[in-house]
């Protein structure tokens, strides 16, 4: 049996797609690693898929799929998973070779033990394109390191810290018996990869390795800033899909769920920020919508995130209020190295 399952979903992503599969490779068939062409029409994704699945049949296998957008992708790859743990790696990131080896020890050591993980999680670095010193997202600060623990074993997250799609490796079997099937032709979807899961997590490891290096300078690139702002109608939808999955005030334990509000305050002021940087009357709107939302349908989780500092910031009143709260935004974005 695999150990691990990668899914790369690759949409036109012939100029890079190769770095990433070599870099998973030198894990030979204790991974199988599956390369899903979502439907690539200007280049030659999926011949090189096919070529890599010839030159590798036991471990890499390529599916082609009419075009459903990214999350599509990550569905067929869970769908076609046959490893005990399930990770997504973009098509144009990469993991460090020698750390995935020792993770992969870390988790053959817990199975050959007779136990194992809903989650694992390791540190990614942000790859940014004319950044000499990369910016490395750990979290030494909140988990303990190298033991199988639980939420209450958790320490606290800084602000602005979260656990991105980069960052985990969940239980295969736990994906499919939360449902976890996300939207097609949306953007943005990553966030629901990670947060939908959480309340059936009950026992994590953590690895103070960085594996994942995240990518970050295309200009068409779906987290390039004008981008975002290009595609808000789905940030706003995948925000409010994250706010209706569970009722997360209901959340046990207390700590898992201090950390899914954080999660949402995090996601909900990225929607409100890039609003007001957008100098658009349609995306303040959804804003003003997103934020009422929450206070009818939601409202001792709009209290919570109202009252936070984020949730302060993002809605202090006035064009001046706007002005400071772009000013806060362009700090901890240089503070925290994301694009």
Partial sequence: MKLISFAIPCYNSAAYMGKCIESILPAGDEVEILIVDDGSQKDNTLEIAKEYEQKYPTICKAIHQENGGHGEAVNTGLRNASGLYFKVVDSDDWLDSEVLLEILEKIRNITLSGDSIDLFVANFVYDKVGQENKKVMSYGNAFPEEKIFGWNDMKRFNLGQY?????????????????????????????????????????????????????????????????????????????????????????????????????????????????????????????????????????????????????????????????????????????????
């Avoid at 209901?250 to 100098?279: A, D, F, G």
């Avoid at 989780?301 to 302060?312: A, P, T, V």
């Fill in 163 to 339: 656990i991105l799609m980069h960052s985990v490796i969940y239980r295969t079997k736990l994906l499919r018996d939360a449902n976890l099937v996300l939207p097609k032709h949306t953007f943005y979807v990553d966030n629901l990869f990670v947060y939908l899961p959480l309340p059936h997590v009950k026992k994590l490891y953590y690895c103070n390795k960085n594996l994942y290096h995240y990518y970050i300078g295309r200009e068409d690139q779906s987290v390039n800033e004008t981008v975002m702002i290009g595609r808000l109608d789905q940030q706003f939808r995948v925000n409010r899909l994250m706010i209706d999955s569970c009722d997360v005030m209901k959340v046990q334990p207390k700590k898992l769920r201090n950390y899914m509000i954080l999660y949402l305050e995090i996601i909900t002021t990225v929607s409100s920020v890039l609003s007001i940087k957008s100098e658009n009357e349609e995306n303040m709107e959804r804003k003003k919508e997103l934020w009422n939302y929450l206070k009818k349908e939601h409202f001792p989780l709009w209290i919570r995130m109202r009252s936070s500092f984020l949730g302060q910031g993002v809605n202090l009143p006035g064009k001046i209020g706007n002005k400071l709260t772009i000013l806060a935004y362009r700090l901890s974005r240089k503070f925290y190295g994301f694009n």
